[in-house]
């Protein structure tokens, strides 16, 4: 069965060190995969896709299907990081998005 | 361009009635895709519409329900109500019926109460 797995319900870092929020997949097809994320009081927003492989607000995420996982990282935390931060799988027999629990990212000034 | 809302933001009903669920899609956007959210967990997919299509129904019993109108907004019916229903729906909208591919928008989500 398909499933997203974000182990990490908290993460807590200071500000300046490295963040990584785990991502592991469990699908049988290939994989695309998103990150989202909710700062407080805002709306659910897409942050990256791992088909476009780009970089955004400092943030990068790797496919890693021998591994399946998609970890999200980032070099040096901020403040404005903080927020909830959600995993997400296609599945393209039913085109639904199967989603992680979420990590609530924390950085420490 | 007008984002994605919906309405109402809270409401309260009490096991077995009816309730629908409205949404309007972001301005330029055909696709519209349904979730639930219980506290502390992921959204999860009740279902998609695509050109006033259903496109894509997740693990959701028949008593939910949609319908996309040509204006592309959207409503989720849920009928005879149980206690598990009580979540936070969201809806999202995007462009092109892309299979889940495409970017979503998302709206500020309907908080349901079950009693």
């Known amino acids: 069965a398909q499933r997203v797995t974000q182990p990490e319900k908290l993460l807590s870092v200071f500000k300046g060190a490295p963040v990584e929020l785990k991502c592991n997949y469990s699908y049988s097809g290939s994989p695309e995969l998103f990150w989202y994320v909710q700062y407080s009081r805002q709306r659910l927003q897409l942050l990256l896709r791992?088909?476009?492989?780009?970089s955004i607000k400092g943030f990068t995420a790797d496919l890693n299907k021998g591994e399946t996982s998609f970890h999200l990282k980032k070099p040096f935390a901020q403040e404005e990081d903080s927020a909830m931060y959600y995993c997400a799988l296609v599945v393209d027999s039913n085109y639904q998005l199967i989603w992680g629990a979420g990590t609530k990212l924390i950085i420490k000034p | 361009e007008t984002g994605v809302t919906q309405s109402p933001t809270h409401l309260i009903k009490t096991r077995g009635q009816q309730v629908t669920l409205r949404c309007s899609s972001q301005?330029?956007?055909?696709?519209v895709s349904w979730y639930q959210q219980a506290l502390g967990q992921g959204p999860q997919f009740i279902f998609q519409y695509y050109r006033e299509e259903e496109n894509g129904r997740g693990n959701f019993p028949p008593r939910f329900s949609g319908l996309q109108f040509p204006n592309y907004s959207s409503e989720l019916n849920v009928n005879a109500l149980e206690l598990d229903d009580s979540a936070l729906y969201l809806c999202?909208?995007?462009?092109?019926?892309?299979?889940?591919?495409?970017?979503?928008?998302f709206g500020p989500g309907t908080r349901l109460l079950v009693l």
């Open positions: 791992h088909i476009s492989r780009e």
């Open positions: 301005s330029g956007h055909n696709t």
């Open positions: 999202a909208s995007s462009w092109g019926g892309a299979r889940g591919k495409e970017t979503q928008y």
